[in-house]
C-alpha cells in the first residue's frame, strides 16, 4: 500500500568495452537483447587452426542472413532451423565456388549467442579457410571477430552467466580429465546455483529487514524475524568461509600440482625426473652440481596436471652460479604443493634406526617443519644396498613416526618406480584436489559486466 512515487524499478547500466554502441549503454533488463541487434555482424574460424577435415565457421549478428543468401546460393526460403544443407560455397562479389560443404541457420534467440547465427562447415585446408573468411569479410556489415566475442554476446543476451563463461573457457583449455570434469560441470551451472542460492537468501533477508523497518509500528510483522534474519545471516557467513577454505584446489586443478624434487647433490634428482618423463628433460652427469637453475615438466599422472620440478642440489658452495641455483631451490621447495625430497641410500647408516635418525635431520636441512607435511621421501639407488637391509630398512621407516612416506626406488632399474607413482597419485594433497567436490571460485574476467542499482 505504498505510494507509488517511494518506488524505484532496477535499472541495468552495461558497463561496455571499446566499440559497443551507444544504444547498449543504458537498457533495462528488457532491452538488452534487443541491444544485440544493433551490434556489428562478426564471423570467426570456430574450429582449431591447421590442417584438418573439417573446420567450423561460425557468424553471429543481424546481417548473418545476408551472408547465407549470398554464398550458400539461397535465392528462396531459408533452410529448416539447425539443419544442415549441402550446399556450395561461393564468392559474393565474383561467384567463384570457393567449397562445397554443409550449412545450418539458427535463428534467434535459440543460438548460442542469441542472435541469428550461421555455421558453414568446410573443408579444413587452409587455403579453404582463408578463403571463405575472405568472402564473408567482403559482405557489408560484417567484422572479424575479436577474442571470445561470440561467448561475450551470449554473456549478454542471458545464455551464460560468469561462471558458466568461466567453465567454457576451462573446458576449451582443458588438458586432463580431472580438468575436463570440473570444467563440465562449472559450465553445467553448479557453482553458479550456489551463488545464486546465496544471493537469494540475502535478498530474502534483506526484504524482512526492509519490511521491519517500515512496518514495525504497525504491528503487522511478526515476532522473531530479526532473530531468524541473523540466524540466516550467520549461516551463509559460515558457508562461505568453508567454501573458500579449499586449500587452493581449482587453481591447482587449472594450473597443476608443483611438485619440487629437492635433495643433496648427486641423490638421483635429475634422474628421478628423467625416468618419470621418459625422456631425457634434465642433464645427468656423475659430477656433482651437474643441475643449477630450476627444470620444469608439465605431466598428466593419473589424469591430474602436474608440474614436476627438478632444483639445484643443496649443498654449500663457492661458486656463485651455484649458490644462486640453490637459493633459487630452496625458495621453489617453500612455495611448493608436495616435495620429492631425494636421498641417496648408499649414504644412509647401516643400523636401520639410525638410518631413521639421519632422515629426520636431512629433512630439517631441506625444508621447514611446517613443509614437511607435504613431503615424500625417495630413497634412490636401492640396487646398490644388500636386499636384506634394503628390506630392514623399508619395515623400520614404516614403523618410524613423524617422518613422512617414504619409497624405495632405483632409477638405474627402474625398480619400485611403479611402486612409487602409485604413492605419488594416492597422496593425500594430490588425491584430495582430484576427487574434490568443491568447484573452484569465480576468476575475474575481461568482459561486460551487468550492474543492478537498486
Given at each position: 500500500n505504498k505510494p507509488t512515487q517511494n518506488y524505484i524499478r532496477p535499472c541495468y547500466f552495461l558497463i561496455p568495452s571499446r566499440g559497443?554502441?551507444?544504444?547498449?549503454?543504458?537498457?533495462?533488463?528488457d532491452e538488452v537483447s534487443a541491444g544485440l541487434a544493433?551490434?556489428?555482424?562478426?564471423?570467426?574460424?570456430?574450429?582449431?587452426?591447421?590442417?584438418?577435415?573439417?573446420a567450423v565457421v561460425r557468424v553471429s549478428g543481424p546481417a548473418s542472413v545476408t551472408s547465407l543468401r549470398s554464398m550458400a546460393g539461397l535465392t528462396g526460403s531459408l533452410p529448416p532451423p539447425r539443419k544442415a544443407l549441402l550446399r556450395s560455397i561461393t564468392d559474393p562479389l565474383t561467384r567463384e565456388v570457393l567449397d562445397r560443404g554443409l550449412v545450418l541457420w539458427f535463428p534467434a534467440p535459440h543460438s548460442f549467442t542469441g542472435e541469428d547465427s550461421v555455421e558453414f562447415h568446410i573443408h579444413g585446408g587452409p587455403a579453404v579457410i582463408t578463403a571463405v573468411l575472405e568472402a564473408l569479410g567482403s559482405v557489408p556489415g560484417m567484422?572479424?571477430?575479436?577474442?571470445?566475442?561470440?561467448?561475450?554476446?551470449?554473456?549478454?543476451?542471458?545464455?551464460?552467466?560468469?561462471?558458466?563463461v568461466e567453465g567454457l573457457g576451462d573446458l576449451i583449455h582443458a588438458e586432463t580429465e580431472a580438468q575436463r570434469r570440473l570444467?563440465?560441470?562449472?559450465?553445467?551451472?553448479e557453482l553458479g546455483h550456489l551463488y545464486q542460492d546465496w544471493s537469494n537468501k540475502l535478498k530474502r533477508c534483506l526484504a524482512y529487514v526492509e519490511a521491519f523497518i517500515d512496518f514495525s509500528e504497525d504491528e503487522l510483522i511478526e515476532d522473531g524475524v530479526l532473530n531468524q534474519v541473523d540466524r540466516v545471516v550467520c549461516n551463509l557467513q559460515t558457508e562461505m568461509e568453508q567454501h573458500l577454505k579449499d586449500k587452493r584446489k581449482g587453481e591447482r586443478l587449472r594450473s597443476g600440482v608443483q611438485v619440487v624434487i629437492a635433495g643433496a647433490t648427486n641423490a638421483g634428482k635429475s634422474s628421478l625426473l628423467n625416468s618419470i618423463c621418459q625422456r631425457p628433460a634434465a642433464i645427468v652427469s656423475p659430477i656433482a652440481g651437474t643441475t643449477r637453475d630450476v627444470v620444469e615438466t608439465a605431466l598428466?599422472?593419473?589424469?591430474?596436471?602436474?608440474?614436476?620440478?627438478?632444483?639445484?642440489g643443496l649443498r654449500d658452495s663457492l661458486d656463485v652460479v651455484e649458490r644462486e641455483g640453490v637459493r633459487r631451490a630452496r625458495e621453489r621447495v617453500e612455495q611448493a604443493d608436495l616435495t620429492l625430497v631425494v636421498v641417496d641410500c648408499s649414504n644412509l647408516p647401516i643400523d636401520t634406526q639410525q638410518a631413521a635418525?639421519?632422515?629426520?635431520e636431512h629433512l630439517k636441512s631441506v625444508m621447514s617443519t611446517q613443509k614437511q607435511n607435504n613431503c615424500l621421501l625417495v630413497l634412490n639407488k636401492t640396487d646398490l644396498l644388500p636386499e636384506e637391509q634394503r628390506q630392514n630398512l623399508d619395515m623400520e621407516l614404516r614403523q618410524v613416526s613423524g617422518l613422512p612416506p617414504a619409497c624405495l626406488i632405483s632409477c638405474h632399474s627402474n625398480e619400485g618406480l611403479q611402486d612409487f607413482l602409485t604413492a605419488l597419485h594416492g597422496n593425500p594433497l594430490v588425491s584430495t584436489v582430484i576427487y574434490c567436490n568443491r568447484i573452484s571460485s569465480i576468476k575475474i574476467m575481461k568482459c561486460d559486466t551487468i550492474f543492478a542499482i537498486y
Open positions: 559497443t554502441p551507444l544504444s547498449r549503454l543504458l537498457c533495462n533488463c544493433s551490434a556489428d555482424t562478426i564471423f570467426a574460424l570456430s574450429s582449431g587452426h591447421g590442417r584438418c577435415g573439417v567484422r572479424p571477430a575479436e577474442a571470445g566475442e561470440f561467448t561475450r554476446r551470449a554473456f549478454q543476451a542471458g545464455k551464460l552467466g560468469l561462471t558458466e570444467a563440465l560441470r562449472q559450465m553445467s551451472g598428466d599422472i593419473g589424469g591430474f596436471p602436474v608440474l614436476l620440478i627438478d632444483t639445484a635418525a639421519f632422515l629426520q
